[in-house]
């Protein structure tokens, strides 16, 4: 019974600091979003005109249109292997345009930098793949938190990285750029040693009330960095010291989510054979006899065969393309996240254009704003859905029309709200 319980215990443990690990990740893995912050570097050293440099960002946004192959991937390689990979491509990717826009080399021929920065937009769909995937199959009753806490974490990447790049290098695009090469890399390295899928039996092992609580401190750990980094960005031209005592306390708060699966192992040690009785428990007691159970497997088989997977049910490639819904949603984000990404890849033309040189501070509250809406948007949909049965394709329209308002005014208030903050 003693190692039984060591050995839940420690799997258990093991599992919560793989999704510790998979934060992490996910905080590096926005690096797609901060293109603004050194496109004018680009522009001005390669002596590019704004459509050239809209192109430019259209090829990194393509190498996210080739995700489909992670996710391929990730049925047949381990995840270590889908790490490495993502974590490879984006030291090239983005490795490549910090040797440029340092001097380093000469300036590559157009399409060469074309090539490498498709290669740093789809380093971060196997980073995105191989946490997501491996965390939903890790916490199987928990899926909707687990997205929800991840993607959060992706949305305040863009944040991170310019806040630390402010705080640390006074927004020098070479040392932004070195960042976004080195710092994924190191940290889908350690990665590898964490993030591991965890059988079936060890994952359902945990009380999920207990789940749902660690998973609230994900929540809180999460607002709260986003609150530090709004309230930086609003600190007028902070010292030296003041930055790095930042960097130090923003650091501490990455951290400070290990404190679970420390709790988790302790808790399986002291509680005993608790959690081996929890899942004992879970158990069925009426055994089918094994040829009993063959049919019964075998007519359930027959019949997910014979009927098309509803919403929510997991779809193969083919029976996604024929469903309508997959055709909404696909015209949905062509759309809508369509435009939202053009105006954060001239985010730095448009600064520029209104009177600031510097608009790191216009990306990170985008990012922070970015994460609250994702962080809302599901709790209200979540919300709304079990309360009056509100469909969630109406949020979602509902947000398309308020951006595109959003898009329609601004040019009118450009001269006065901006300047006014």
């Known amino acids: 019974m003693g190692s039984t319980s060591s050995y839940v215990s420690s799997s258990s443990s093991s599992k919560w600091l793989g999704f510790v690990a998979a934060v992490w990740i996910q905080c590096i893995s926005g690096n797609n979003y901060t293109f603004s912050n050194y496109s004018d570097a680009l522009k001005s050293l390669m002596h590019l005109t704004q459509l050239q440099l809209n192109n430019l960002s259209v090829a990194k946004d393509v190498g996210k249109a080739f995700g489909l192959l992670a996710g391929l991937a990730s049925d047949r390689f381990p995840t270590w292997a889908i790490l490495l990979i993502g974590s490879v491509e984006g030291l090239i990717g983005y490795g490549a345009q910090w040797l440029v826009v340092s001097q380093r080399i000469q300036p590559l021929p157009y399409w060469q930098l074309c090539v490498f920065l498709c290669m740093g937009g789809n380093s971060t769909t196997w980073m995105n793949t191989a946490v997501l995937v491996t965390c939903i199959r890790n916490f199987r009753s928990n899926r909707g938190p687990v997205s929800g806490i991840l993607k959060g974490f992706v949305g305040l990447s863009t944040a991170i990285f310019t806040t630390l790049c402010s705080a640390l290098f006074a927004d020098d695009p070479g040392s932004f750029l070195i960042m976004l090469s080195v710092i994924p890399f190191a940290v889908c390295l350690t990665g590898v040693f964490f993030l ?33 980094l709004l309230a930086y960005g609003f600190i007028p031209s902070p010292s030296m010291l003041v930055s790095r005592l930042f960097v130090a306390v923003l650091v501490v708060m990455l951290a400070s989510p290990l404190g679970i699966p420390v709790y988790s192992y302790l808790k399986g040690r002291l509680g005993g054979g608790n959690d081996v009785e929890r899942q004992r428990l879970k158990e069925p007691l009426l055994q089918i006899p094994e040829k009993e159970n063959e049919g019964v497997v075998a007519e359930e088989e027959a019949e997910i065969v014979k009927r098309a997977p509803e919403v929510g049910e997991e779809h193969t490639i083919v029976e996604a ?88 005014h601004y040019p009118e208030g450009r001269g006065s709200w901006i300047r006014r903050t």
């Open 321 to 408: 393309l024929r469903s309508v819904d997959f055709w909404i949603l696909f015209v949905s984000f062509l759309c809508g996240v369509g435009t939202g990404l053009a105006v954060m890849n001239n985010m730095g033309q448009i600064g520029l254009a209104l009177g600031y040189p510097d608009v790191s501070l216009f990306l990170s509250l985008t990012s922070i704003f970015g994460f609250f809406g994702r962080i809302i948007s599901g709790t209200v949909s979540e919300f709304t859905i079990k309360k009056a049965a509100t469909p969630r394709p109406l949020w979602n329209a509902a947000s398309q029309l308020l951006m595109a308002g959003i898009h329609i």
């Open 196 to 228: 591991r899928e965890t059988p079936p039996d060890v994952s359902a092992g945990d009380d999920d009330g207990e789940e749902v609580k660690y998973f609230g401190f994900f929540n809180v750990v999460a607002v709260a960095v986003a609150l530090f």
